[in-house]
């Protein structure tokens, strides 16, 4: 095998109360990419197609990536990178994280797998670090796993694969603005009363029990964010109006998605999630923001292989 073609997804980071820790896959929302072996030592990034990135391997977020993983290996080739990118840079729905995730898992594949998930994870942490500024894998683990996933820890890396409820369903709107993740971290404050914190670790306990025992309700009391979204939230046109939106259409809970400026629900069933999508498809063609929407199932299978030679 020479040559692979992926799907690359998107994905939910923060999910309300699990900020840095906590993200799910999506499924309707994705890049493609092509990786191929080339005789020419190193990684290169050869076509981008949808938007204006970096050709450089060292400032293009896939191609840090691939490098971490190449700097480890003993191979007499290198490899080219082409990305058709469907997910638009700063929309907070892992666009980076695509692109990080998408280079290592195409090599890995091409190379006979001898890297598994949570060693990709830590390759495409570097290239992450480039776009966010710091190292983290919310975003990068679903992707990878599928699902719903927990970053325990960093160093060592340790992902926990958290299991989905079967009719759950994520309803996405994506204005057309750009919030730099780490702008978004900027903002927020770098100490906390200790009465939210209280609030927040245990509404993500709850949350993550939920997601165990497929308690929507449970779900729906404890999607509820008392520490970043505050700050975050005044970056994001009509966020206020969005989120109560979603929920007087049925969501089961609403928030930002990664640092913004997209907002996601999450609701029981298709129905409802598609009568969230017009509800608040309706409140923002009322505004001058250009938006998109996205409805999805939890994708539990991560990134996926769409053709190999």
């Not at 729906?220 to 979204?229: A, C, G, K, T, Y």
């Given at each position: 095998m020479n040559e692979i073609k992926i799907f690359s997804p998107a994905t939910v980071a923060n999910v309300s109360c699990g900020f840095d820790v906590l993200g799910f896959c999506l499924d309707a929302v994705g890049d493609d990419m092509i990786i191929r072996k080339t005789n020419k030592k190193g990684?290169?990034?050869?076509?981008?197609?949808?938007?204006?990135?970096?050709?450089?391997?060292?400032?293009?977020?896939?191609?840090?990536?691939?490098?971490?993983?190449?700097?480890?290996?003993?191979?007499?080739?290198?490899?080219?990178?082409?990305?058709?990118?469907?997910?638009?840079?700063?929309s907070g729905i892992g666009s980076s994280a695509a692109s990080a995730v998408g280079s290592v898992f195409g090599m890995n594949e091409l190379l006979g797998k001898p890297f598994n998930k949570t060693q990709l994870t830590e390759f495409a942490i570097k290239g992450e670090a480039l776009a966010s500024k710091c190292e983290h894998a919310d975003n990068l683990a679903?992707?990878?796993?599928?699902?719903?996933?927990?970053?325990?820890?960093?160093?060592?890396?340790?992902?926990?694969?958290?299991?989905?409820?079967?009719?759950?369903?994520?309803?996405?709107?994506?204005?057309?603005i750009e919030i730099k993740t780490s702008e978004a971290r900027a903002i927020l404050p770098k100490d906390?009363?200790?009465?939210?914190?209280?609030?927040?670790?245990?509404?993500?306990?709850?949350?993550?029990?939920?997601?165990?025992?497929?308690?929507?309700?449970?779900?729906?009391?404890?999607?509820?964010?008392?520490?970043?979204?505050?700050?975050?939230s005044q970056l994001i046109p009509f966020f206020g109006d969005?989120?109560?939106a979603m929920l007087d259409a049925g969501a089961l809970g609403a928030g930002i998605s990664g640092s913004g400026p997209s907002i996601f629900s999450l609701s029981k069933g298709?129905?409802?999630?598609?009568?969230?999508?017009?509800?608040?498809?309706?409140?923002?063609?009322?505004?001058?923001?250009?938006?998109?929407?996205?409805?999805?199932?939890?994708?539990?299978?991560?990134?996926?292989?769409?053709?190999?030679?």
């Open positions: 990684i290169y990034i050869t076509k981008i197609v949808g938007f204006d990135l970096p050709y450089e391997t060292e400032l293009n977020v896939a191609g840090v990536s691939a490098l971490a993983m190449y700097e480890t290996l003993n191979v007499d080739f290198g490899f080219e990178i082409e990305i058709y990118k469907n997910i638009k840079p700063g679903p992707a990878i796993f599928g699902g719903f996933t927990l970053v325990k820890t960093l160093a060592p890396l340790e992902i926990l694969e958290i299991p989905s409820p079967d009719d759950l369903f994520a309803t996405i709107i994506h204005p057309q906390i009363p200790l009465n939210a914190a209280i609030t927040q670790w245990a509404n993500f306990g709850s949350l993550i029990h939920a997601l165990h025992t497929s308690n929507y309700n449970l779900i729906q009391r404890s999607l509820r964010d008392v520490i970043i979204e505050p700050y975050r969005i989120k109560k298709l129905e409802v999630a598609k009568n969230v999508e017009g509800t608040i498809s309706n409140v923002y063609s009322k505004t001058a923001i250009e938006f998109d929407i996205h409805v999805s199932k939890i994708n539990k299978e991560g990134i996926k292989i769409l053709n190999k030679k």
